[in-house]
């Protein structure tokens, strides 16, 4: 079985879980099953090579073209499509809006966010595309209802990475469960288990005791900013921000505050070598995040055994993955609430003891059944 992954146009340039997820999916695809996967960006030039596979899996809903969709379907290829989507209008709100978010009073914020949802929603993205040309607003295009409800209806199959993930984007897409002729199939992301086991530690940053870590690239959507002012009062727990710089004006205005506030550390993009290191001896794993699904590095974190704190279920589907079993919750746009959930989870002294049953759904040889099985009944349908 021949299998093609398409991936977002700048996923050479820019490194997300995303990235994980589909190479790790490959890798044990691979090893367990008679399968062949190649991987191709959206931009490069396969429709010259596509009658060679049978199966071609989108990752992530943006990554799909109508045209090359449109194109593979009429060459009879079967479609799926990994959605990795969550609720947009937080994260749009805080990308423009983090200067202030965070001192607006919580009546004005709700008010502020209702005005956000209502405007994204019926205004952005889906009257004003049609007054604009398409190659102008790609971005907007690929936000509409129309958009998102087309490509459900013309998938084979539609795999999201949690039931929640799915009710939202039929949701958003104005898609009703009756019209999706039981495409939705959830496979949850996952971690590496054999890697965790036999991970050794690395010793990178070894001389920073008892910190609290978060892993993501650098960015308003991850909200570094929430949890180092949460935090800003507390000088003598460390912090560690681990990922690349995605926004250089939010990076600095980031770092300026952490020179004042002292004890904050900043990686870069490190290895996994060195991060599950990090993970392992981290007291807490912070990811107060305002879209998520659910987040890589707090499952990584969690199968590490560091305490987690996430964002609740308007952010991110805990339920789900058990984080809200596992881990402590909060509110994003609340700095108290981030400070009361890091303090709660750092003075924890339990040492988190992981269901095996949880470790194994959540484990990439599960990911590997579940999406095989995706894979075969399509291929019986032939």
Same mark, same amino acid.
């Given at each position: 079985m ?11 340039k820019i490194? %997300? ?5 589909y ?5 044990f695809?691979?090893?367990k099953?008679?399968?062949n996967?190649?991987?191709?960006? /959206?931009?490069?030039d396969?429709r ?7 199966i071609?899996?989108f990752?992530?809903?943006f990554?799909?073209e ?10 009879n ?11 947009f ?5 805080i990308n ?14 709700k008010?502020?966010?209702?005005? /956000?949802?209502?405007f ?14 398409r ?5 907007l ?5 129309n958009?998102?409800k087309?490509i ?7 795999? *999201?990475?949690?039931?929640e993930?799915?009710?939202i ?10 019209e ?6 959830s496979? *949850?992301?996952a971690?590496d288990?054999?890697?965790l086991?036999a ?6 940053m070894?001389d920073i005791?008892?910190?609290v870590?978060e892993?993501a %690239? ?6 570094q900013? %929430?949890?180092?002012k ?31 506030r ?5 990686t %870069?993009?490190?290895?996994?070598e ?16 305002f ?10 974190a969690? /199968?590490?055994?560091?305490q987690?704190?996430v ?5 991110c589907?805990i339920k ?8 402590f919750?909060?509110? *994003?746009?609340d700095?108290k609430?981030i400070?009361?959930a890091?303090?709660?989870?750092y003075?924890?002294?339990k ?11 959540f484990?990439?040889e599960n990911?590997?059944? /579940?999406?095989?099985e ?9």
């Amino acid at each position: 079985m021949n299998i093609l992954y398409i991936t977002r146009k700048d996923s050479s340039k820019i490194f %997300g879980g995303d990235e994980v997820q589909y190479r790790k999916t490959k890798e044990f695809l691979e090893q367990k099953y008679n399968i062949n996967i190649d991987i191709k960006q /959206m931009n490069e030039d396969i429709r010259n090579n596509i009658d060679k596979y049978s199966i071609i899996h989108f990752w992530g809903l943006f990554s799909v073209e109508p045209e090359f969709l449109k194109f593979a379907k009429e060459k009879n290829k079967k479609i799926v499509i990994s959605s990795i989507f969550w609720e947009f209008t937080d994260s749009i709100l805080i990308n423009y809006l983090y200067n202030i978010c965070y001192y607006l009073p919580p009546i004005i914020l709700k008010l502020v966010q209702n005005i /956000m949802v209502w405007f994204t929603a019926n205004i952005l993205y889906n009257i004003v595309p049609k007054f604009v040309k398409r190659k102008n607003s790609l971005y907007l295009h690929k936000n509409s209802i129309n958009y998102k409800k087309n490509i459900i209806l013309q998938a084979n199959k539609i795999i *999201p990475n949690s039931d929640e993930e799915g009710i939202i984007l039929c949701k958003r897409s104005n898609v009703k469960i009756s019209e999706t002729e039981n495409k939705f199939i959830s496979v *949850p992301n996952a971690v590496d288990t054999d890697y965790l086991k036999a991970h050794k530690d690395t010793g990178f940053m070894s001389d920073i005791k008892d910190f609290v870590i978060e892993a993501a %690239g650098i960015e308003p959507l991850k909200n570094q900013l %929430g949890a180092l002012k949460a935090l800003y009062k507390n000088p003598e727990i460390p912090i560690i921000f681990a990922g690349q710089v995605r926004d250089e004006k939010y990076y600095k205005k980031l770092k300026n505050l952490a020179d004042k506030r002292g004890n904050v550390y900043f990686t %870069g993009k490190i290895p996994p070598e060195d991060l599950f290191s990090l993970y392992k001896r981290a007291k807490v794993h912070i990811l107060a995040s305002f879209r998520e699904s659910p987040g890589l590095a707090t499952l990584e974190a969690l /199968m590490s055994r560091a305490q987690i704190v996430v964002s609740n279920e308007k952010f991110c589907p805990i339920k789900y993955y058990k984080f809200d079993k596992y881990g402590f919750v909060c509110n *994003p746009y609340d700095t108290k609430s981030i400070k009361n959930a890091i303090l709660k989870a750092y003075n924890n002294p339990k040492i988190i003891n992981l269901e095996e049953n949880y470790i194994k759904f959540f484990s990439y040889e599960n990911v590997a059944d /579940m999406t095989y099985e995706v894979y075969k009944k399509l291929s019986e349908i032939e």
